[in-house]
Nanobody, 118 residues
Framework: QVQLVESGGGLVQPGGSLRLSCAAS????????MGWYRQAPGKQRELVAT???????IYADSVKGRFTISRDNAKNTVYLQLNSLKPEDTAVYYC????????????WGQGTQVTVSS
């Protein structure tokens, strides 16, 4: 079955960096568009970044120039590099696999907490 397991979250000071990882299994990763989303307390889940199977990336305006999404198809893993972190980046970060065949459903990981605080 499809599994997405995030890791790499934690507590970091403003201006610091983290790298999140999402290990995928149960589907053909290299053919699948992947994304990172986040949800802060009391707010709706929002898109952070996506990467297509061909490597095309899209970022939310709030993270452009600070975050970088990438993928390693040999390791079935998608990454999110978070630099110049701000307190408003505090949220649970979720990995998403988009339109996975044969059901063409979307799948989510369990999330990893990122807290930016001094």
């Amino acid at each position: 079955q499809v599994q997405l397991v995030e890791s790499g979250g934690g507590l970091v000071q403003p201006g610091g960096s983290l790298r999140l990882s999402c290990a995928a299994s149960g589907f053909i990763f290299s053919f699948t568009s992947m994304g990172w989303y986040r949800q802060a307390p009391g707010k709706q889940r929002e898109l952070v970044a996506t990467i297509t199977s061909g490597g095309t990336t899209i970022y939310a305006d709030s993270v452009k120039g600070r975050f970088t999404i990438s993928r390693d198809n040999a390791k079935n893993t998608v990454y999110l590099q978070l630099n110049s972190l701000k307190p408003e980046d505090t949220a649970v970060y979720y990995c998403k696999a988009n339109r996975v065949p044969p059901s063409w459903d979307n799948y989510w990981g369990q999330g990893t907490q990122v807290t930016v605080s001094s």
